[in-house]
T-cell receptor, first 109, second 116 residues
Framework: GQNIDQPTEMTATEGAIVQINCTYQTSGFNGLFWYQQHAGEAPTFLSYNVLDGLEEKGRFSSFLSRSKGYSYLLLKELQMKDSASYLCAVLDSNYQLIWGAGTKLIIKP | GAVVSQHPSWVICKSGTSVKIECRSLDFQATTMFWYRQFPKQSLMLMATSNEGSKATYEQGVEKDKFLINHASLTLSTLTVTSAHPEDSSFYIC????????????FGPGTRLTVL
């Protein structure tokens, strides 16, 4: 079966750095997405990785290793507004998006 | 960036009634639209995928006669929850994608449905 694993919840301090991991086992791979979702709101796109390596976009970076079935989202200089759920999703061989359960990130002052 | 709207934002209805939710892509042509359901503190659950002008493809366990999806144009899809019951109360979110499958999905703001 297809499976995406990410931690249920993480806590970090304002101004610090946090890394949210995502591992996946899917039938084929056509890319991995990270989305941010604030409580009661719809998800917003953060990043898309299809090749191995690190993609940096401001305070957020996303890393992919296809051989390890692994990705992480790195958030730097954390702000209180970064408190949200972070969803990892993989596009499988049928181009269907498989969603992880999400990681709830709590930022403390 | 691309904008997707949903209407209504929230709705309260009586058990047994039907509710229609609209999803519109405002500044792009949505060749594919998706309908998701999300229960509190849970992840997104894909209900169905629809391509403009063709029948929706429903995920396993989703009743197509209960959740009617119409993707009549490249900018509009509707989800009708027929004979709603309290267990249908949830956050319904649509998303839209233009072109290839590796393009990002743009999400609407969601519709919170409460069935009394």
């Amino acid at each position: 079966g297809q499976n995406i694993d990410q931690p249920t919840e993480m806590t970090a301090t304002e101004g610090a750095i946090v890394q949210i991991n995502c591992t996946y086992q899917t039938s084929g791979f056509n890319g991995l997405f990270w989305y941010q979702q604030h409580a009661g709101e719809a998800p917003t796109f953060l990043s898309y990785n299809v090749l191995d390596g690190l993609e940096e976009k401001g305070r957020f970076s996303s890393f992919l290793s296809r051989s390890k079935g692994y990705s992480y989202l790195l958030l730097k200089e954390l702000q209180m507004k970064d408190s949200a759920s972070y969803l990892c999703a993989v596009l499988d061989s049928n181009y269907q998006l498989i969603w992880g359960a999400g990681t709830k990130l709590i930022i403390k002052p | 960036g691309a904008v997707v709207s949903q209407h209504p934002s929230w709705v309260i209805c009586k058990s047994g009634t039907s509710v229609k939710i609209e999803c519109r892509s405002l500044d792009f042509q949505a060749t594919t639209m998706f309908w998701y359901r999300q229960f509190p503190k849970q992840s997104l659950m894909l209900m169905a995928t629809s391509n403009e002008g063709s029948k929706a493809t429903y995920e396993q366990g989703v009743e197509k006669d209960k959740f009617l999806i119409n993707h009549a144009s490249l900018t509009l899809s509707t989800l009708t929850v027929t004979s709603a019951h309290p267990e249908d109360s949830s956050f319904y979110i649509c998303s839209a994608r233009e072109g290839e499958a590796y393009n990002e999905q743009f999400f609407g703001p969601g519709t919170r449905l409460t069935v009394l």
